[in-house]
Every structure is written in C-alpha cells, then in structure tokens.
Nanobody
C-alpha cells in the first residue's frame, strides 16, 4: 500500500522559511521521480517542484524558482522541500507524490498546511 506522510508546515510571516518533509512507503522509492504539489481551496492541485530519481534534474513552477529547493534521500525514502522567502501566495496544503510534474499514484497523504501571513 502506497503511503505518504507529509510534515513541517506551519504559520510563517512573509519572507520566512519552512522545510517540508515527506516520508514515502509501499513502493520502490529510488525508482520513482518525486514531486511536491500544492492545493488551495477552490483550485486544482498543482505541481510545485519535482526531482528525478537518484537526485537527478529538478523542475520548479515559475512562481517558486529561486526560492524553493527540492531534494531527496533514497536511503530514507524521504523527499524535502526547502521553502525560503515565502509569500502569501505560497499558502496552501502541500502534498508529495511520485512523478515529475504529474502525480504517479492515485493515493495521497494528508498533506501539511503552509500559511504565510503577517
């Protein structure tokens, strides 16, 4: 059974930083690209950042380029999202899933809420 457990979200002021973590299980983590997705109420879930397997090339949504960094540790089945210079538009629930820009699995975790507000 594929499972994702996201953590690290919270309330932060504009300009602040957060580091999100996602621990995955139920599949061969090292064989899959991984991505972070964001969902805002009333909108579809969108890809924010992706990383190929074995720490390969990364891809970012234009709005987060230069501020967010995705990384992974295949030994720990974990993918991270370092979020710097946060803006109110970054607010949302963040999820991880397999895939590079499109989700690979139908299963989703509970996500972690990020709120950027003064």
């Amino acid at each position: 059974q594929v499972q994702f457990v996201e953590s690290g979200g919270g309330l932060v002021q504009p300009g602040g930083s957060l580091r999100l973590s996602c621990e995955a299980s139920g599949f061969v983590f090292s064989s899959k690209a991984m991505s972070w997705y964001r969902q805002v109420p009333g909108k579809e879930r969108e890809s924010v950042a992706g990383i190929l397997r074995m720490g390969g090339p990364t891809i970012y949504q234009d709005s987060v380029k230069g501020r967010f960094t995705i990384s992974r540790d295949d030994a720990k089945n974990t993918v991270w999202l370092q979020m710097n210079a946060l803006k109110p538009d970054d607010t949302g629930t963040y999820y991880c899933n397999g895939g590079y820009s499109q989700p690979y699995f139908k299963d989703w975790g509970r996500g972690t809420q990020v709120t950027v507000s003064s």
